[in-house]
């Protein structure tokens, strides 16, 4: 695992969109795996400006996102379809057909059928992540085991509260979601796991300060793969 320690959490995201930009350069048709919430939205930013100055292009490039709630219709505000095509897609030249979050409004077993053909067919030159509080990648919330396709979660009541700042109240935090599973993200060429806030700073210390893999902090997983960098402030170093 390589490591990058930044002065912020600015700097951490101009680095990942740098990063990002480069890898599309180097393969224009790049399928990038891409992750929604607090952590992504300046990385995100970032993108939006290089494609302004026109030091970036979209135009060839796939996407499939690691995760989407259950219930909630893609105009929803707190939809992962929406939150990216606000932050990303509509501000770019990607073509949307070219995009692909699973779809959370229909019945589990035909979400996952959707999202596994998806996975089959778009193998990722590169995943972004960002970590739960808890430890957990995409929804793979802990556990006693990783599950490695993509699956339907409930959510962890942690992972709920921490989600409830962008709902007007708990109680509308759906309590499930589907995810891509351990297995699908460690396909990913190249990882990039941003961590944003004093709240990661327990699971960052589990997946830098020892070397076990352990399901119940699910960021460890990623001691496993051959090409993941971790990007965090100073303010959090273990
Ligand atoms: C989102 C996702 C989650 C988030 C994580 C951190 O698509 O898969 O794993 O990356 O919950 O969320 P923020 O960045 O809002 O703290």
Redesign the pocket.
């Known amino acids: 695992m390589k490591k990058i320690i930044t002065q912020n959490h600015e700097e951490s995201s101009s680095l990942v969109a740098y990063s990002i930009a480069d890898i599309v350069r180097e393969k224009k048709d790049a399928c990038l795996g891409l992750?929604?919430?607090?952590?992504?939205e300046l990385v995100y930013a970032n993108l939006v400006q290089f494609f302004e100055k026109g030091t970036m292009s979209f135009s060839d490039v796939t996407t499939v996102?690691?995760?989407e709630y259950i219930g909630l219709p893609p105009s929803h505000l707190q939809s992962?379809r929406r939150f990216m095509d606000q932050n990303l897609f509509d501000l770019v030249d990607i073509d949307k057909a070219n995009t692909y979050i699973p779809p959370g409004m229909q019945a589990p077993e035909a979400i996952l059928a959707d999202f596994q053909k998806m996975l089959a067919s778009r193998p990722r030159d590169f995943q972004l992540?960002?970590?739960?509080?808890n430890g957990?990648?995409?929804?793979n919330e802990p556990d006693s085991f990783f599950g490695a396709n993509a699956h339907v979660v409930t959510l962890d009541e942690q992972?709920r509260k921490?989600?409830s700042r962008f709902f007007d109240s708990i109680d509308e935090v759906p309590r499930q979601a589907v995810?891509m599973g351990a297995g699908d993200i460690m396909k990913a060429s190249k990882i990039i796991l941003i961590v944003?806030?004093e709240n990661?700073r327990d699971a960052l210390r589990e997946l830098l300060s020892h070397d076990r893999v352990d399901p119940r902090v699910p960021c460890t997983i990623l001691k496993c793969h051959k090409d993941v960098t971790i990007v965090y402030p100073k303010e959090l170093a273990p």
């Open positions: 992750a929604t919430g607090g952590s992504v996102n690691l995760d992962y992540l960002g970590i739960g509080s957990h990648i995409g929804f992972t921490d989600n995810t944003r806030g990661k």
